[in-house]
């Protein structure tokens, strides 16, 4: 129940300000999908953010994914790009041979490519960019 639901959020906060980028993440996905306490897309940024500045290997990826399909409301392409760049050159994720890595990978190259291939946000267009991506994504 909600008594439950609450003591986790304690828990996981607590242990992200402790430094858990496990923690932060999990509690960025809860925020973000809704279980447990409720969907809140800008407490599911913060603790993204807060995982990513940890390192976490997805946190990176979850938030150019965010600000690129508009989760939050708005696109902000920017920082869209910022991310999803950050995770396309995180060698731990490059490496990770768990599916779901490199479906998020897939789709980050997919995600960069459109950006470039329609000049996006305050990126130039650079179609021929645009498209190597697209190979990338494959």
Same mark, same amino acid.
């Given at each position: ?8 959020? *304690? ?7 402790? @430094? ?12 973000? =999908? @809704? ?28 938030? @150019?994914?965010?600000?690129?399909? *508009? =989760? ?40 960069? @490519? ?5 000049? =996006? ?16 994504? *494959?």
């Amino acid at each position: 129940g909600k008594n439950q639901a609450l003591e986790t959020e *304690k828990y996981y906060s607590k242990a992200c300000e402790l @430094g858990d980028k496990e923690s932060c993440f999990n509690l960025a996905v809860k925020y973000r =999908e @809704g279980k447990l306490l409720g969907k809140d897309i800008k407490k599911a940024i913060t603790y993204f953010e807060k995982a990513d500045q940890l390192d976490h290997l997805w946190a990176s990826l979850a938030l @150019g994914n965010i600000y690129y399909n *508009k =989760e939050n409301g708005d696109q902000d392409i920017d920082k869209a790009f910022y991310y999803l760049n950050k995770s396309i050159h995180n060698k731990t994720l490059i490496n990770d041979k768990d599916l779901r890595s490199q479906e998020n990978l897939k789709n980050a190259y997919i995600s960069l @490519g459109n950006i470039y291939f329609n000049g =996006e946000g305050s990126i130039p267009k650079n179609i021929s960019k645009g498209i190597r991506f697209y190979e990338k994504g *494959k």
